[in-house]
T-cell receptor, first 113, second 113 residues
Framework: ETGVTQTPRHLVMGMTNKKSLKCEQH?????MYWYKQSAKKPLELMFV???????ENNSVPSRFSPECPNSSHLFLHLHTLQPEDSALYLC????????????FGPGTRLTVT | QQPVQSPQAVILREGEDAVINCSSS?????VHWYRQKHGEAPVFLMI?????EQKGHEKISASFNEKKQQSSLYLTASQLSYSGTYFC??????????????FGKGTKLSVIP
């Protein structure tokens, strides 16, 4: 596997379910990111991790809980989501935080019913 | 803090040129440009640092006017492969040694034969 991979690619969950999104980067990068992309809305940065430490949390509801066990893996734990949370969730990585190009994964299309 | 992109959408015939603008009300540290094709992840185009530099990537170039907090993306002699949504991301200093990257809503570019 090369680049940034995300699983699952599609997920349908009820509002009472608990699920997790997984991201893995094979680029040796130190920084990883979670973004939310909704229809007709810009990319919204949710979380930033640098060397497994969270460096940014952009006022994201607590029903989204990130986890970065090492610099290659990033998870987004989901619980008691709302229908408005339905979106494409993109993971990205970069050499370090800051002025470095970000490599995006293919995304997980999440639908909350 | 979200940058404003213009136009929102543009349709070009192959070979025509286009300019996409990105402006911010905040003092910018850098500007990032990405392209996202339908159903795919965003792909990095270039980063411009403050200092008014201009960069090029084949027939796609960009400029950054630090004084006006504006950046423009120039697409020359457009090709069908240029179709997609172009996002600018503006990076500002958010204090305590950290920077915040925020994306615009995107400009949808369609190139037709």
């Amino acid at each position: 596997e090369t680049g940034v991979t995300q699983t699952p690619r599609h997920l349908v969950m009820g509002m009472t379910n608990k699920k997790s999104l997984k991201c893995e980067q094979h680029l040796g990068h130190n920084a990883m990111y979670w973004y939310k992309q909704s229809a007709k809305k810009p990319l919204e940065l949710m979380f930033v991790y640098s060397l497994e430490e969270r460096v940014e949390n952009n006022s994201v509801p607590s029903r989204f809980s990130p986890e970065c066990p090492n610099s290659s893996h990033l998870f987004l734990h989901l619980h008691t989501l709302q229908p408005e949370d339905s979106a494409l969730y993109l993971c990205a990585s970069s050499q370090d935080v800051g002025i470095y190009e970000q490599y995006f994964g293919p995304g997980t299309r999440l639908t909350v019913t | 803090q979200q940058p404003v992109q213009s136009p929102q959408a543009v349709i070009l015939r192959e070979g025509e040129d286009a300019v996409i603008n990105c402006s911010s009300s905040k003092a910018l540290y850098s500007v990032h440009w990405y392209r996202q094709k339908h159903g795919e992840a965003p792909v990095f185009l270039m980063i411009l640092l403050k200092g008014g530099e201009q960069k090029g990537h084949e027939k796609i170039s960009a400029s950054f006017n630090e004084k006006k907090q504006q950046s423009s993306l120039y697409l020359t002699a457009s090709q069908l492969s240029y179709s997609g949504t172009y996002f600018c991301g503006t990076e500002i200093y958010s204090g305590a040694g950290s920077y915040q990257l925020t994306f615009g809503k995107g400009t949808k570019l369609s190139v037709i034969p």
